[in-house]
């Protein structure tokens, strides 16, 4: 079971948007409305941001929004804050056990 | 409130056992699935395992199956995660989330446990 492929790295400046991409198989992120986003900072749990491709968690705001085309998932973050730099973690179900897998994780810079 | 709480860090030597625990409370626990993260220093985010609270179905990541055991007690709304014989390639941060049966994402996180294993 691979995990999910992410970017390494995006970075921005405060204000502007950026967009996280997640690339699955159709075993997972393409079969199945059901990707979830992740937020984690340093030293700190993942906290979840985005559930069932594009409902935001509690405490989330619009800034965050997400879509769905094929195989890859897509997060983006508008009017970027120095708050937003943080690690984010897309997950999906999948076929295989344990039904779910992680993507390799994003580190976002604010700079 | 909903929580989970998970038992404190952990410093074991290679070869010994160890049992890492996670306590539910202000939830219904038997409607839901406990789900183990590993996270490695410096590193991503990886599915363990799951275990249902009610009747302890247990789904093992490919890479983990045989590696760790993965059990709950829903008497005491604790669901645990065992070694019998710890590596050092074991030492990691450890995660346990909820997701409530017949949903597909983990809404509440436990703090992690830090385990370190060192001769």
């Known amino acids: 079971q691979s995990a999910l492929t992410q970017p390494a790295s995006v970075s921005g400046s405060p204000g502007q948007s950026i967009t996280i991409s997640c690339t699955g198989t159709?075993?997972?992120?393409?079969?199945?409305?059901?990707v979830s986003w992740f937020q984690q900072h340093p030293g700190k749990a993942p906290k979840l941001m985005i559930y069932d491709v594009s409902n935001r968690a509690s405490g989330f705001s619009n800034r965050f929004s997400v879509s769905k085309s094929g195989n890859t998932a897509s997060l983006t973050i508008s009017g970027l804050q120095a708050e937003d730099e943080a690690d984010y973690y897309c997950?999906?179900?999948?076929?295989?056990?344990?039904?779910?897998?992680f993507g390799t994780g994003t580190k976002v810079s604010v700079l | 409130e909903v929580q989970l709480v998970q038992s404190g860090a952990e410093m074991k030597k290679p070869g010994e056992s160890l049992k890492i625990s996670c306590k539910g409370s202000?939830?219904?626990?038997?409607?839901?699935?406990i789900g183990w993260v590993r996270q490695m220093p410096g590193k991503g985010l990886e599915w363990m395992g799951l275990?249902?609270?009610?009747?302890?179905?247990?789904r093992y990541g490919p890479s983990f199956q045989g590696q760790v055991t993965i059990s709950v007690d829903n008497s005491i709304n604790t669901a645990y995660l065992q070694w019998s014989s710890l590596r050092a390639s074991d030492t990691a941060i450890y995660y346990c989330a909820r997701n409530r049966n017949g949903d597909h994402y983990f809404d509440y996180w436990g703090q992690g446990t830090l385990v370190t294993v060192s001769s």
């Open positions: 159709s075993s997972d992120v393409g079969g199945y409305n059901y």
């Open positions: 275990i249902h609270a009610a009747n302890s179905d247990t």
């Open positions: 202000g939830y219904s626990f038997t409607t839901y699935w």
């Open positions: 997950c999906s179900f999948t076929s295989s056990a344990p039904n779910y897998v």
